[in-house]
């Protein structure tokens, strides 16, 4: 199936760890989030875990892609 | 006009709004260090304040602290940004005498505000004993506010981060995650009785801490502010030539935290304290994620960390009488590492 895709782009903490949690119950199988500091990567990261989902991340010249999924 | 959320008006807030020590130390490392026969104290090891010889018995100490809001009620904001400037004076063991405001305020704000704000401030400032002389105001889109607190003591009393020794006893007067938990609230995140505990913690002044510290011997002092308990305990093992070990089991923090930080509402702060620092520390494996998180978490307001004998160190503890505030380690001789987490 394919995710929908958030950019939280520009954002700072606690901001893109709130749109994640808000699209996830938007669409509980899962979403595809961009961000651009490690700081919304990793809270990011924490959340969906906590919250019983599975994260594949990807960097490139400091971006993150992360794929949060059941 | 229409009332505004103060948090909603800033990126950062509180002491997590500091430059990241990278950043920061990348500039002051590299500039010229002023002398004078006078300062006993400056930035070169990172203490709280500055000293400044009087004459042959008096210094004077002075510091300055100002930053973004971490609550919405101005009052409060005021009240937290005194406690926490007035904070480095007492960890350097001194009274606070004489301070001046700091105010960046936004042109879109209601001038009550602004009242507000001061009022706060000058009620903790009241509250140290000291008084307010002035201070300074510009226009500028984010607030901030704080001060420039000056002391006046006897040079033999100023208690500075480089006289830890091995084997002292390390307390902390108040619980850790008020990063963790002031983040959280920004998004209405953070339970009510969390939100009541940081600002209780947050507008408490560092005075009883330091005034009880008085009956005993004090090694070494500093306050948890910006760069977590973390960089505090390291600019203390660095300045005195020691290592620490803390017991991560006997570290007060506030309540909500960890369950906050299992959910990922930690401030940028956090990340860049670690950035900074981790080669220096060393966790033992079966410290959790949260643990770690809350060790490195930027307080606003926060604690002293007073370096004492063990016997001193307990008797302050049980006559100190609040659940915040606990012995969490001792220093030790020089290690591989800064600090040790078991």
């Known amino acids: 199936m394919l995710l929908k895709e958030l950019n939280l782009r520009g954002l700072s903490c606690p901001i893109p760890v709130l749109q994640v949690k808000k699209g ?3 669409n509980p199988e899962g979403l595809i989030v961009y961000v651009d500091n490690i700081a919304a990567c990793e809270n990011i990261t924490r959340f969906s875990q906590t919250t019983g989902y599975n994260v594949d991340t990807k960097e490139k010249d400091k971006e993150w892609i992360l794929k949060i999924s059941k | 006009m229409e009332e505004v959320k103060l948090t909603s008006m800033v990126k950062t807030s509180g002491c997590a709004a500091k430059l990241p020590p990278d950043k920061l130390h990348s500039i002051i490392d590299s500039l010229p260090i002023m002398k004078s026969k006078k300062l006993i104290q400056g930035f070169e090891t990172a203490d709280d304040a500055l000293v400044y010889s009087i004459d042959d018995e008096n210094v004077c100490v002075q510091t300055v602290d100002f930053f973004p809001p971490m609550v919405d009620d101005p009052y409060i ?28 305020f936004p042109s879109c704000l209601d001038l ?8 706060g401030g000058m009620d903790k400032v009241k509250e140290a004993g000291a008084v307010i002389a002035g201070g300074h105001t510009i226009e500028d889109p ?10 006046f003591m006897k040079k033999n009393c100023v208690i500075t981060n480089s006289g830890a020794k091995p084997d002292n006893y390390i307390v902390l007067t108040k619980a850790l995650g008020a990063g963790i938990i002031n983040t959280a609230a920004k998004v209405d995140e953070a339970s009510e009785s969390s939100k009541k505990d940081v600002i209780k913690s947050m507008t408490t002044l560092n005075k009883k801490s330091m005034e009880l510290s008085l009956k005993y011997k004090v090694y070494a002092s500093t306050d948890v502010t910006g760069f977590g308990l973390i960089g505090h305990l390291s600019e203390v093992a660095k ?15 506030l309540e909500g935290a960890l369950e906050l930080a299992r959910f990922g509402f930690l401030p940028e702060g956090r990340y860049s304290n670690e950035i900074y620092i981790k080669n220096e520390v060393n966790f033992q494996s079966n410290i959790s994620r949260e643990v770690i ?8 307001s926060g604690g ?6 063990e016997s001193d160190a307990e008797k302050y503890v049980s006559t100190f009488n609040d659940d915040c505030c606990k012995i969490i380690g001792k220093a030790t001789k020089k290690d591989k590492k800064l600090l040790y987490f078991f």
Request: aromatic fraction near 6%.
């Open chain 2, 304 to 309: 002293l960390l007073l370096f004492m004998d």
């Open chain 2, 77 to 104: 904001f005021g009240q937290v940004a005194a406690a926490n400037a007035l904070s480095d004076i007492y960890a350097m063991g001194g009274k606070p005498a004489v301070a001046l405001n700091l105010m960046c």
């Open chain 2, 293 to 300: 998180d809350i060790c490195y978490d930027p307080q606003t």
């Open chain 1, 24 to 26: 996830l119950k938007d």
């Open chain 2, 142 to 151: 984010i607030p901030k506010y704080g001060l420039c607190v000056t002391s």
């Open chain 2, 239 to 253: 300045a005195s030539g020691v290592s620490i070990s803390i017991d991560t089991k006997k570290l007060p923090i």
């Open chain 2, 112 to 119: 009550s505000v602004m009242k507000d704000i001061l009022l």
